[in-house]
């Protein structure tokens, strides 16, 4: 996905920036609203992630404007004010949807996705790879004519492994980014999904190889 | 609300001008009173003096002595007016001659040629007298004669009291006329007093616009000094509220930082130690954060439940959009919310903010306890003059903790040290279903799991 991440805490903005990067978005930022708008004049974005509190002027200002300038860009707040008010009024205003920081990247991920689905999807997602076709959109692999839906963590896990084929990811690895922070999980609980997406790829070229004492890896048999 | 009954405004007015009534209708009726009397005995004196002129004109001197012839006539006079006693006696040079001699004297040292007059007790009664002197020639000398005539007074007892029977009927119905129209008066002068105390008391939490309208000159006093108030109030409000976003802007931001880093340091390193650092240091900024959340959340819902802000709301968009919000959380962990609403639209009456707040904390809890690939129910129902809102999970249950322990502050329950938690979202809940005079129940469900249950009145 492409993002326009809007954020003038310059040490936040390079983290998200990095982190979204290594999911393999592709991330502009800007540090400031008039940053944004150049960056909107010249560039189309899947999603905006908006900070509130910006050194010239307030997101919910820009955020109204970018509503009434009636571009669609679907916007994702970031906020610092927890308040249910606050929640609600960011709706009102024409958020599609609001975070409160610190945010798990797992869950601003799993909003873009609910975003982006409910906007009636952006452009082409959909990846191929060995005989399959994968759409992480609508959550779905197709192997030869039959359409496979994924469970949300069997459509994490094989994005990925789609993502680096061939490459080893421990089972430590996975676990991080399948399982939230706040729960308490032994990195064999990794085999439980492992074997669920096995069964969605059944028939197909592709395959996930066990490479003992070490992890799992997409294959192309 | 409190009234302070010992200040009111209206009692002491009404008290005040009741008092002048009460003081305008005795004067009234002494005076009637007084002028009634003056007026009876006055007629009772001339008809006095006119008999006892008429008696003295037929004073003449004879050869022995003095010859009076009385008139009857004067008596008649007398008798027109009542039917009191009449009594007479002539007085000639000291001796009395005809009438009854025990009738008391004229006072001492008053000129007698035009009649005097006088209120006297004669006999077993009270008598008006009037006394006039003429002098007699009797043998070329003058000898001076008395006439006094007096009468009972009963007739003039009576006039003068049916006279202030009336003075007094008069003062009591001038005291009802003054007593309802000083009520009226309190009323209409409090009026304005009144409407301001309802313009203000009628604004919603968020109303700090000043008082406007028109006031009448003794209130303007009172409305600059409550629109100076109104707008401190606002200031320390702003003040306040800028003070809270830009505090928590400053905590959450570099929080955030913490976390996306140790996010991509997880990312980099198959160092289990190193990871389980990260993963206690994750743990923690998520802790903080959701401790504050939920106490500025309780906060706001502890304000709002005082100055509720109450609107019709529709339970069923409510529901609906609360359970899209949380979808993408519960879709992490392989959560199916399953949510049932009624065809038609639920209205309430209600402050949508403490409603919101209040299942969002149910729906966040259930997500929070519920494994993975779990089932989470959402279901509103109407019946009988009430909505529910029902949230099953398929979770730990409660562990043998009641409801009431459950919504204590900052209480959990005892089989929940694993999960991130402030004991403060079931208080929420519980907190907002009193405000709307709903209950809040919570029990455990039937094969595993909690069931909470939100009862809000219809109306």
């Given at each position: 996905m492409r993002f326009l991440l809007v954020e003038d805490n310059a040490d936040l903005g390079q983290s998200v920036q990095k982190r979204l990067a290594m999911d393999g978005h592709a991330v502009d930022w800007a540090q400031s609203l008039a940053d944004a708008e150049d960056h909107l004049g010249v560039a189309s974005y899947d999603l905006i992630l908006l900070d509130i509190m910006l050194p010239d002027g307030d997101g919910r200002d820009f955020l109204a404007a970018h509503r009434r300038a009636q571009r669609d860009t679907p916007v994702i707040v970031m906020t610092a004010r927890s308040a249910v008010s606050d929640r609600v009024a960011l709706l009102d205003t024409g958020a599609d949807d609001y975070i409160t920081k610190p945010f798990d990247f797992a869950e601003l991920e799993a909003r873009c996705r609910a975003v982006l689905r409910r906007r009636g999807g952006a452009a082409q997602t959909q990846i191929s790879f060995a005989d399959l076709t994968f759409d992480p959109l609508s959550a779905t692999v197709t192997v030869g004519d039959e359409v496979r839906e994924l469970r949300n963590r069997e459509l994490r896990l094989f994005e990925i492994l789609v993502a680096a084929p061939g490459r080893i990811h421990s089972k430590a690895q996975l676990c991080d980014r399948l399982f939230s922070f706040a729960e308490a999980v032994?990195?064999?609980?990794i085999e439980v999904y492992v074997g669920r997406l096995r069964k969605k790829l059944a028939?197909?070229?592709?395959k996930i190889e066990t490479v003992r004492g070490v992890g799992y890896r997409l294959t192309d048999t | 609300m409190k009234t302070y009954l010992a200040h009111s405004i209206r009692r002491r007015l009404v008290l005040q001008l009741l008092i002048v009534a009460a003081v305008l209708a005795v004067l009234l009726y002494f005076s009637i009173r007084t002028v009634a009397d003056d007026a009876v005995e006055t007629t009772q004196d001339s008809i006095l003096g006119a008999a006892t002129m008429a008696i003295a004109d037929q004073l003449r001197g004879a050869d022995e002595g003095v010859e009076i012839d009385i008139p009857y006539s004067a008596f008649s006079m007398l008798s027109s007016i009542s039917q009191d006693r009449v009594f007479y006696r002539i007085v000639v040079g000291g001796e009395t001659?005809?009438?009854?001699?025990?009738l008391p004297d004229p006072?001492?040292?008053?000129?007698?040629?035009s009649p005097v007059y006088f209120s006297s007790p004669f006999r077993d009664t009270d008598v008006r007298i009037a006394a006039v002197e003429r002098a007699v020639l009797v043998e070329r000398s003058s000898v001076p004669v008395l006439v006094m005539v007096a009468q009972t007074r009963q007739g003039q007892a009576a006039i003068v009291a049916s006279m202030a029977n009336r003075a007094a009927a008069l003062g009591l119905g001038f005291f009802a006329v003054a007593a309802i129209l000083s009520l009226l008066t309190a009323s209409s002068v409090l009026k304005p007093l009144h409407r301001l105390a309802g313009s203000v008391g009628r604004?919603?939490?968020?109303?700090?616009?000043p008082v406007t309208g028109s006031t009448p000159a003794e209130l303007v006093p009172f409305v600059l000094s409550l629109n100076g108030f109104i707008s401190r109030l606002r200031a320390a409000l702003t003040r306040t509220e800028t003070f809270i976003a830009e505090a928590a802007h400053h905590i959450r931001t570099p929080l955030s930082t913490v976390r996306a880093q140790a996010e991509i340091a997880l990312r980099q390193t198959d160092d289990a130690e190193t990871r389980a650092t990260l993963h206690k240091m994750i743990r923690a900024v998520e802790d903080s954060a959701r401790s504050a959340s939920q106490l500025l959340d309780h906060a706001t819902v502890v304000y709002r439940t005082d100055q509720r802000d109450d609107a019709r709301i529709d339970l069923r968009t409510l529901v609906q959009d609360v359970a899209r919000m949380s979808d993408p959380t519960a879709d992490l962990r392989d959560i199916t919310l399953d949510v049932t609403v009624p065809d038609i639209a639920v209205e309430i009456q209600g402050d949508r903010l403490l409603i919101e707040s209040a299942l969002r904390n149910l729906v966040d809890n259930s997500i929070k306890y519920t494994l993975a690939d779990g089932l989470i129910g959402i279901a509103l129902t109407v019946e009988s003059g009430r909505a529910d809102i029902i949230v099953t999970d398929?979770?730990?249950?409660?562990?043998?903790?009641t409801a009431k322990e459950l919504t204590e502050r900052f209480r959990r329950g005892?089989?929940?040290?694993?999960v991130v938690g402030s004991g403060l979202g079931l208080t929420i809940v519980a907190e907002v279903a009193a405000a709307h005079d709903g209950a809040f129940t919570l029990a455990d469900r039937k094969g595993g799991g909690a069931c909470a249950r939100l009862s809000l009145p219809l109306r």
């Open positions: 032994s990195d064999n609980a028939g197909s070229a592709a | 001659i005809t009438g009854y001699p025990d006072p001492q040292g008053t000129s007698l040629l604004r919603g939490p968020q109303d700090l616009r398929t979770g730990r249950g409660l562990s043998g903790a005892a089989n929940v040290a694993d």
